[in-house]
RNA sequence: GGAGAGGUGGCCGAGUGGUUGAAGGCGACAGUCUUGAAAACUGUUAUAUCCGAAAGGGUAUCGCGAGUUCGAAUCUCGCCCUCUCCGCCA
């Protein structure tokens, strides 16, 4: 949630800066005029109850009158405050000034590319060719519906594997393994700032239970800290999350439609961070940089993308994405993702530190990134460690946890 | 699923209609003392919001929501959650 002084202080800023996201700018001043009224009527209520307040058994009648003053007031309130919280649902974070600008994904920007990618002397095949029956979307559809995957053998072995090299990459570090609920409250998405995601219908929501499916871990390890009050000196709080992850992928209809890339239901290995203002830059360049610690270890080839303003996540000050070569495709594909929405979410969840010279209560920064997207590694590992023979090679640092140094794959 | 108990400040815990934002304790912070620390003593110590340049002042908050009352942490109703026992169960 932005900071509602923000845009009582600063309107243009406010607008500036949720145009460049492509929203918009008019919610600024649909804020400003209900908040206004609702001041206003704050204070003439505020001044009632001071009244009513002084009041004793013997002006029973005058206590009355002005009660029922107080009760019309309150009914005005409640019913501003809910269409100005409504109001400021919609209004997304502002991103950082250096963000490039931009409609869409076509107008991101490459800051590096890193790695070799492998000459093959053969046509590279694509991952659903090299797995084989490894990967069954047919029989999924049948159990299941389309977009949905079985995954057998020593991918699913892989799986594993990867998980353990993120643990034991990330743990010296500082992260705390975990694994979240799943499932969350709806104010909690909302706390998080994903309305957008609620409302484009991309969370599977459990009726009978009036709970959301998380769409990432990100979803459930944000509010592990909420109405929490974290001391400095404890900062920065590092987690390394593991869950299952559910989308509908609405709006994607035709998009990869094929085997494991989008799909409703993956594992994902997440990081999350809780950190002070004044550090979350580095922190974000920091999650980053572990991304591309396990990129290369995996010695996979990958390009750093700058997300554009247009394309950038709603709760988002600033956006990274890490996209992985895909031989069989012929292209960098996202594979991982990093996002500083500073005090956007800490604010929608109440999450706080204790300043240590001062004793000042402040908004933390949140900061989320992928570890591993399991699935879309799967596919990168596929296609990049494929050799002539139509066999998958397994990566170096995960040959001790699969086990092997090439694939079983049945035919 | 059945039966019972309970939800008060950072934590523990008192408080059944009238300056109670809330006793007491713990913790934290500051000071005295000490070479330093500990102990002891003294003091400070909720949050949000509105008005204000500030000083300061108003209002709200004792799980949540409604109600009774001039007045509610305290009474009534609904909801949520937690715990204990029994049952079922990975």
């Known amino acids: ?5 923000l845009i009582r202080e600063n309107p243009d800023k406010v607008r500036k800066g949720i145009e460049r996201k492509h929203y918009d700018a008019g919610l600024v001043d649909a804020f400003l005029k209900i908040d206004a009224d609702w001041r206003a009527n704050k204070q003439e209520a505020d001044e009632l109850r001071a009244k009513q307040k002084t009041f004793g058994p013997e002006s029973r009648d005058e206590a009355k009158a002005v009660k029922e003053k107080v009760a019309e007031k309150e009914a005005v309130i409640s019913g501003l405050e809910k269409e100005r919280q409504r109001v400021l649902e919609q209004i997304p974070n502002i991103p950082a000034d250096d963000v490039p600008e931009g409609k869409d994904d076509s107008e991101n920007v490459v800051l590096r590319q890193v790695g070799e990618r492998p000459q093959f002397d053969f046509e590279p095949k694509d991952y659903l060719t090299l797995a084989g029956r490894l990967i069954d979307t047919e029989q999924a559809v049948k159990v299941a519906s389309s977009r949905f995957g079985y995954i057998f053998g020593d991918l699913a072995r892989l799986e594993f594997a990867l998980v353990k090299l993120a643990m034991d990459t990330l743990e010296p570090y500082g992260f705390v393994p975990t694994i979240p609920p799943v499932m969350v409250k709806p104010e909690v998405m909302r706390g998080m700032g994903k309305q957008k995601f609620l ?3 991309d969370a599977f929501y459990l009726q009978d239970d009036n709970l ?6 990100e979803h ?6 909420m109405d929490n009050i974290l001391e400095e000196e404890t900062l920065p709080r590092r987690y390394m999350g593991f869950s299952t992850c559910f989308r509908r992928e609405a709006g994607s209809y ?6 494991i890339l989008r799909v409703h239901q993956f594992d994902k290995v997440e990081m999350f961070s809780f950190s002070k203002p004044e550090d979350s830059e580095e922190e974000h360049k920091f999650l980053l940089g572990r991304e591309e610690e396990m990129l290369g270890k995996l010695k996979l080839p990958y390009q750093v993308m700058a997300i554009c303003t247009g394309d950038m996540g709603f709760g988002d000050y600033r956006q990274f994405d890490v996209e992985t070569w895909l031989p069989g495709q012929g292209k960098y594909r996202e594979t991982m993702s990093c996002s500083n929405t500073g005090d956007f979410q800490s604010r929608g969840l109440n999450i706080k530190y204790r300043v240590k010279s001062t004793g000042e209560l402040k908004y933390i920064h949140t900061l989320n990134a992928t570890a591993f997207a399991i699935g879309r590694m799967l596919i990168a590992i596929l296609e990049n460690y494929q050799t002539k023979a139509g066999d998958v090679l397994v990566p170096e640092a995960l040959q001790a946890f699969v086990g092997k140094e090439k694939l079983s794959i049945p035919k």
């Open 220 to 225: 459930s390890i944000g509010p592990f800290h």
């Open 254 to 259: 035709g998009k990869d439609t094929k085997g």
């Open 212 to 217: 959301y499916l998380v769409g990432s871990s």
């Open 199 to 201: 409302e484009a219908g």
């Open 1 to 5: 949630m932005i900071d509602i002084n």
